[in-house]
């Protein structure tokens, strides 16, 4: 369990993230759910200083304001500060 969504299975993997086919208990809807781990995002430096971690946090600031048919539509961002990991909910 993530929050309120039940994992049903693993749909793949890459060098960042794992994507994760869920169920949302309260609505039945199921989503895809990208985790990430936080703490290998902010060891690996992009250049000028900045980290993927940071990144991927400024694309998630243009994901929140952006909604159309061709781009994935970002449903919800789970960002514990205390859990290792950050999970977006698309």
């Known amino acids: ?8 299975k693993i749909l793949g993997s ?4 794992t994507v994760k086919l869920c169920t949302d208990t ?3 809807n199921q ?5 990430m781990n936080k703490k290998i ?4 430096f992009t250049g000028a200083g ?3 971690y940071d990144c991927v946090l400024e694309e998630l600031k243009v994901l929140k304001k952006m909604e ?15 859990k290792d990991y950050i999970y977006l909910v698309t």
């Open 14 to 17: 890459g060098s960042f993230a």
């Open 1 to 8: 369990m993530i929050n309120q969504y039940k994992v049903e």
């Open 68 to 82: 159309h048919s061709n781009i994935i539509y970002l449903h919800e961002i789970i960002d514990d500060p205390n």
């Open 31 to 35: 989503y895809a759910i990208k985790q």
């Open 41 to 44: 995002l902010q060891k690996k």
């Open 50 to 52: 900045r980290t993927a």
């Open 26 to 28: 309260k609505t039945g």
